[in-house]
């Protein structure tokens, strides 16, 4: 419709046509013709055919040409292929979990991109599971489970569908609950834990963490995780600095950004065809989403760049060592 829009503008413009000529021009009988497909045939008509096969597959067509309405937000075939193969074998080996993905990606009655605002919380047909719809650069860019909308309101006689450049994957849980199912954590669900931390992660928020593995701490000068262990507040004030309030995901990050965080120093975000970094950490897997917020999973903890002397002793020996 926007660029409807500019294309009668730009005929007045040039024309000097009257307004008249412009709302016949909006009103052409072409442009206002009610949908005539249901969602599987206007997903096809649109080029998803992956998804078109997924929802066969997994035994929903019949369901999603129903009397509805529906909003569904349908991965495009990129994004299918963005997949890790293994994920999508498993995937078609099992349908049951192949239900539960597609039906994370349905809301009942047809929700239209002007409804959309900055954490949104919207229910799916997968039970008791919500996609969060963030928006950024003034509404420009919006996602939904931290997925890019690359086209919206494309309408169909039961609903209507906006495109994904990625495939939504239904949380695991809270920032708490993520840690504590992934055994590559263990060392950050241990530093929360004693840290005091694990409740407030665990809370409503919504929160966005930068959060280190295992190999991330390993890469601490020796001593130097241990010294934090025995040192609870200290320990806090480094966890925080991972810490971001809101949820940010990676369509809402700029090349040389500085943001906030909950230990009230910033961290540089820079961009490149390389990747991401935040400060000296690499991104090595953005954009897990979690019931409240987002995990940006990183490969080297990030050292607060001042802190007082009895809370953060161990940055003397940080500056000795070699750098992380």
Not at 149 to 170: E, K
Request: aromatic share 6%; with cysteine.
């Amino acid at each position: 419709m926007k660029a409807q829009v500019i294309a009668c503008l730009a005929i007045v413009a040039c024309c000097n046509a009257s307004p008249e000529a412009l709302w016949k021009f909006m009103l052409d009988p072409s442009y206002l013709q009610a949908p005539t497909e249901k969602i599987p045939a206007l997903a096809e008509s649109l080029g998803l055919s992956t998804l078109v096969t997924f929802v066969q597959r997994a035994g929903l067509a019949e369901a999603l040409s129903g009397a509805g309405p529906f909003t569904v937000f349908g991965p495009n075939n990129a994004a299918f292929a963005k997949l890790p193969p293994a994920l999508v074998q498993e995937l078609l080996k099992n349908n049951t979990l192949l239900a539960e993905v597609l039906r994370y990606h349905v809301l009942g009655g047809a929700v239209y991109s002007s409804s959309l605002s900055n954490e949104l919380l919207a229910a799916t047909l997968l039970p008791n599971e919500k996609i969060r719809i963030n928006l950024y650069d003034n509404n420009q860019i919006a996602t939904a489970s931290g997925r890019l909308i690359v086209a919206v309101d494309q309408n169909a006689t039961n609903g209507v569908i906006h495109t994904l450049d990625s495939v939504m994957l239904p949380p695991v849980g809270t920032v708490t609950g993520l840690v504590q199912a992934m055994a590559a954590f263990s060392t950050l669900l241990k530093a929360v834990s004693v840290a005091g931390l694990a409740d407030t992660l665990n809370g409503a928020g919504p929160f966005t963490v930068f959060a280190p593995t295992n190999d991330a701490f390993n890469k601490l000068p020796a001593g130097t995780l241990q010294k934090l262990l025995n040192d609870p507040k200290a320990l806090a004030n480094v966890l925080l600095y991972h810490v971001v309030s809101g949820t940010v995901y990676s369509a809402g990050l700029t090349d040389g950004e500085s943001v906030p965080t909950l230990n009230k120093q910033d961290v540089k975000i820079s961009i490149s065809q390389g990747g991401v970094k935040v400060n000296d950490a690499n991104v090595i897997m953005p954009d897990v989403s979690v019931t409240n917020g987002a995990v940006h999973v990183i490969d080297t903890v990030l050292i607060p760049p001042s802190a007082t002397e009895n809370k953060m002793y161990f940055i003397q020996t940080l500056k000795s060592s070699t750098r992380l």
